[in-house]
């Protein structure tokens, strides 16, 4: 056992000042409670592991569970994050903005082969709408490489990362981190930092396939174009204890993911993920390549969570499923609200058609001007209800209709003779019945 | 006609034409390959620009945020502001949808400061809404658009190949620069959606 252990980290460049320099005082507070973060765990000195490399907003330091690692083949690395209050680093896909951090291991000949691996990620609200995917207060990457050690008793394991943390704003930081680990032909695992990664690995998403129990599959609704859809079922899944599961998608080329709505039945669970399409399609879409991971799952982990993940050719569909109810934001197809929100349109405007009327009639009623604008209101927030559930041209079509009828209204409260009133009513029962055909097929 | 009657007209008639405009303005998007969302913004002399103004040019439009790290970092080498001297057909525009009550806010005055710092002679329009920003569906600084001379979206994403700022510009993929010289060649625009890096807009 070697009796003493070299590592140190190296920050080469800072690629930018801090994004709001200008609130130094909060930055303080971040300097200070991270110097808390950093200083409280200071590993024992024979712990394999970098020194932390500090700025205000994170730390970040090079773990390996080993004290011996073997010399050849599987070696496993952690890279340990610390980060202040409600700033946090990226998951594989960032969400809307940020990236995910990168390393290179270029400088250490014997290691190769290093994969960054992604433990389940959180979900963050950001301003303006926006969502990021990554890590708060505290995770591990764990990182997956070979060795291949020449006779030496150690190798120089030198790793360069480059990430992101952001809270609202962000700031970009690049360290080389550097352990120098013993090796031999057995390893012999370091008790401080065994544990800490193989926390981290629990994590990592397991291949559903390999899964027990749980069976996925996933269906890709473009009956409704410009509206298209991802459902993807996991049969046999529950949620854990006190978790709600969340579905993560990868980064796609030809769309961009909404927040899923989850479905629960005794069956399993289902999300349905709205997506908006990033470029017209020169043909017809038959599939799609989509890759996901899910987490906040029931699983027989230490914690009892698990998140799985799946990569799956998923067919497209163009004819609707056989049942939908929808929810979280996600257009119904039921004809019924639709119809139903139509018709109260098209009541609203007879009804402001009939006070027009009354009112020219009567020589002007006290009151009946006001309930005229109350009804205009009426029918702006019912049109604007109805924007939500039916696409923007079928809304136009709509509003066409509705705007002839209450044309066809209005000629006919003109209309003298009985003839002409009776087609002018047959115009504005046509009128309405098309607004109401609009929304149907809308 | 009685004064009443006309004010239940006029009521009607302004209720379907601004639910009328509202579903048009709805029927905004962002896909390559359709309309661009047209809109009118002033700049930091509160000069006004439309995008219908360009009709029959090449538009590019860039997200910015001179706090954003990314877009500071890009304004230091002068990234985009070589591109635009370089395709003085082209017309480039600058837009911050940054939120007036966000830390990140820069008054007009300020962004002149700026731009004259990093050579930035481009127009910097100001959507302090955030409407035009959420209209192209932007999230990122910097996010880049390609519009062409008929109004139709051609790209939409990433400036270039290298967020971490690691290689020399010379040595990164310019993907804007990648899709002006393909659209000149009457080539589509490849790639015509990537990834854009950078901090979100702070709407």
């Not at chain 2, 370089?86 to 700026?114: C, F, G, K, Q, R």
């Not at chain 2, 510009?169 to 950078?198: F, I, M």
Request: hydrophobic share 45%; with cysteine; glycine share 8%.
């Amino acid at each position: 056992m070697p009796s003493s252990l070299v590592g140190c980290g190296l920050p080469h460049r800072q690629q930018a000042a801090h994004a709001n320099s200008g609130a130094a005082s909060r930055t303080l507070r971040s300097a200070a409670i991270l110097l808390v973060l950093v200083a409280a765990p200071t590993p024992p000195a024979h712990t394999l592991a970098s020194a932390w490399s500090e700025n205000p907003e994170s730390a970040v330091r090079l773990i390996t569970p080993y004290r011996i690692a073997p010399r050849d083949g599987e070696l496993w690395l952690g890279l340990h994050f610390r980060l202040a209050p409600h700033w946090h680093v990226y998951w594989k896909n960032s969400g809307d903005a940020g990236f995910p951090p990168a390393i290179d291991l270029s400088a250490s000949p014997e290691v190769g082969a290093a994969e960054l691996l992604w433990p389940a990620p959180e979900r963050y609200d950001l301003p303006g709408d926006l969502v990021a995917f990554g890590y708060e207060d505290e995770v591990v990457y764990p990182v997956r490489a070979r060795i291949a050690a020449g006779p030496a008793q150690s190798v120089a394991v030198v790793l360069t990362v480059d990430y992101l943390v952001c809270r609202v704003d962000c700031v970009p930081y690049s360290y080389t981190l550097a352990v120098d680990q013993p090796v031999g032909t057995e390893s012999d695992p370091d008790p401080a930092t065994a544990g800490l990664l193989a926390a981290w690995r629990d994590r990592l998403p397991r291949p559903i396939d390999a899964i027990e129990g749980i069976e996925t599959g996933a269906r890709l609704d473009l009956s409704e174009l410009g509206r298209p859809v991802l459902e993807v079922s996991l049969e046999g899944a529950r949620p854990a204890a006190g978790r709600r599961p969340q579905l993560f998608l990868e980064v796609h080329e030809l769309f961009d993911p909404e927040p899923p709505a989850l479905e629960e039945s005794p069956a399993g669970l289902r999300f349905r993920v709205p997506l908006s399409l990033k470029r017209a399609l020169d043909e017809p879409l038959r599939s799609s390549a989509f890759a996901w991971t899910v987490t906040g799952l029931a699983g027989s982990q230490p914690d009892g969570v698990l998140a799985v993940e799946a990569r799956r050719e998923v067919p497209a569909s163009f004819e609707a499923a056989p049942s939908e109810a929808a929810t979280g934001g996600v257009r119904s197809r039921s004809l019924v609200a639709p119809a139903l929100a139509a018709l109260a349109v098209g009541f609203l405007l007879s009804a402001l058609w009939l006070w027009g009327v009354v009112g020219l009639g009567g020589g002007g009623r006290p009151g009946t001007e006001a309930l005229g604008f109350v009804a205009a209101a009426a029918v702006l927030a019912l049109l604007y209800a109805l924007s939500a559930r039916v696409s923007p041209e079928d809304l136009a079509s709509i509003e066409l209709a509705l705007l002839g009828l209450g044309l066809a209204a209005w000629a006919r409260s003109r209309a003298v003779r009985p003839a002409i009133r009776g087609a002018w009513s047959l115009l504005v029962l046509g009128a309405a019945a098309a607004a109401v055909w609009l929304a149907a097929v809308g | 006609m009685d004064s009443m009657m006309r004010s239940k007209c006029l009521c009607l008639a302004l209720a379907a034409a601004a639910t009328f405009l509202l579903a048009c303005d709805a029927s905004a998007a962002t896909i390559v390959g359709e309309p661009a969302p047209g809109f009118t913004l002033p700049d930091l002399a509160d000069d006004q620009h439309s995008l219908s103004d360009h009709r029959g040019k090449v538009v590019v439009l860039e997200w910015i945020n001179p706090k954003c790290p990314f877009s500071e970092r890009h304004a230091r080498e002068q990234t985009m502001s070589a591109l635009a001297d370089m395709h003085e057909e082209v017309v480039w525009l600058a837009i911050n949808s940054t939120n007036p009550d966000s830390s990140d806010y820069l008054e007009p005055a300020e962004h002149l400061a700026y731009n004259g710092k990093h050579g930035i002679d481009y127009a910097v329009l100001y959507d302090t809404s955030g409407d035009v920003g959420r209209a192209y569906d932007a999230k990122t600084t910097p996010q880049m658009y390609i519009i062409d001379e008929t109004g139709t979206l051609l790209y939409n994403g990433a400036i270039d190949d290298d967020p971490l700022g690691r290689q020399k510009p010379a040595e990164r993929t310019n993907y804007v620069a990648e899709g002006l010289a393909e659209h000149a060649q009457g080539s589509p625009v490849d790639p015509a959606t990537t990834k854009p890096y950078g901090c979100s807009v702070k709407y």
